[in-house]
């Protein structure tokens, strides 16, 4: 069994490295309000911007990363010096690293969907050898990796920080139903192992905050309908026909097309009130996930070398004030979660990894 991975297109998103569009028909809305102006000359630089939130630029760092804690304590991956094995890692805010799980390369496995889960990581695994697996370890504990279970199912993943979600000791995940394309199983296991809980929803729908569900990753048109899995109530996401939504429960992010192109990026909420424009011309999403710590849209800036670069400007858009902040000019690999944004640049003559810490703005 090979667990069903699909790209969530409702993002139309920049990967800072691949770019793409998406095609649709039919007539925007009316756009809304511009984003309030930043400085006659450009977006502001986060420094200037935010001088008080936690930031690191770390070099010859021994892994690539997947789920910033802290701008230094980081889990990501490393092969072994032999070639031998794929490892997953913990640095440390003092530098010490961890090994937290290592699969043989000859497998080709992965380690894909680190999320933080209370004093624990969670992540899941896929080899060659078998069904894909969830793994976790405690963060502070020293003690071995610990499997929670190898029954995933027909599990969705598309990217997003949401792919796993954690509540009250339990990691939530989507799986298609075998017997029934048209349902959703939301499967659950305990933090500590056990027994697979399964409930069915009816439609295709993937695992968005607590308690949510959308369908934007399945729903040819984006983001079409929010559920609350605890209340059963449903927000329907209003759209044009050229127009491809992707919701939080807060916020939704609007691809408005003119023709074959992207042409802006609207927010508004998911019931289509307060929208307004934050973007337009070459601007992209620069991450699958909507409305950061329900304030902060991450924007990549496509420039004329970017295609062949695969560099972009990063931006930050603060939906709480209106303005727009520069990270870096030329950007690569950009990713968040857990509240952090992080992106590998230049700083001067090296290439480092740089990390900020959005909790702290």
């Known amino acids: 069994m090979r ?12 990967a800072l490295g691949a770019v793409g569009a998406l095609v649709l028909a039919g007539s925007p809305f009316e756009p ?27 070099a010859d760092l021994p892994l690539r990363p997947l789920l910033f804690l802290d701008t230094t304590t980081v889990v990501g991956v490393s092969t072994s010096n032999d070639n031998r ?26 380690f894909e969907n680190v999320t933080a889960a209370g004093d624990d990581v969670v992540w899941t695994e896929f080899t060659d050898a078998g069904p894909p697996q969830i793994w976790a370890a405690g963060l502070a504990a020293r003690g071995p990796a610990r499997r929670l279970t190898g029954d995933v199912g027909n599990a969705v993943f598309h990217g997003s920080e949401y792919d ?20 959703t199983e939301v499967r659950s296991v305990a933090l500590t192992g056990g027994r697979v809980q399964v409930t069915r929803q009816k439609g295709e729908w993937t695992t968005a905050p607590w308690p949510w569900l959308d ?18 109530r449903e927000i329907t996401v209003p759209t044009a026909g050229a127009e491809f939504a992707a919701c939080s429960p807060s916020w939704c992010r609007v691809i408005v097309l003119d023709g074959d192109e992207p042409a802006r990026i609207d927010l508004m909420r998911p019931d289509g009130s307060e929208r307004r424009r934050i973007a337009d011309g070459d601007v ?18 496509l420039g004329p070398a970017s295609g ?11 939906i709480s004030t209106g303005t727009t902040v520069e990270l870096d000019a030329a950007a690569n690999d950009a990713q968040s979660r857990n509240g952090l944004v992080w992106w590998f640049g230049t700083d001067g003559a090296s290439t480092r990894w740089f990390v900020l810490d959005l909790r702290t703005v």
């Open 3 to 14: 667990t069903v991975r699909r790209r969530d297109l409702a993002t139309v998103t920049v």
């Open 32 to 58: 809304g309000p511009a984003a309030a102006p930043t400085t006659a000359a450009g977006p502001a630089s986060a420094a200037a911007a935010w001088p008080d939130a936690e930031r690191a630029t770390l």
């Open 85 to 110: 094995f794929l490892r997953l890692l913990l640095r440390g805010t003092d530098g010490t690293v961890r090994e937290l799980r290592r699969l043989d390369t000859a497998a080709n496995p992965r």
């Open 164 to 183: 796993l979600v954690h509540h009250a000791g339990r990691v939530y995940w989507t799986a298609g139903a075998a017997d029934d394309p048209a349902t």
């Open 215 to 232: 369908d934007g990753a399945s729903a040819g048109t984006g983001a079409t309908l929010l559920r609350n899995m605890s209340t059963g």
């Open 284 to 301: 992209r999403a620069a991450v699958p996930d909507v409305a950061i710590l329900d304030r902060f849209e991450i924007l990549a800036d």
């Open 308 to 318: 062949s670069t695969g560099t972009a400007g990063l931006l930050v858009h603060d």
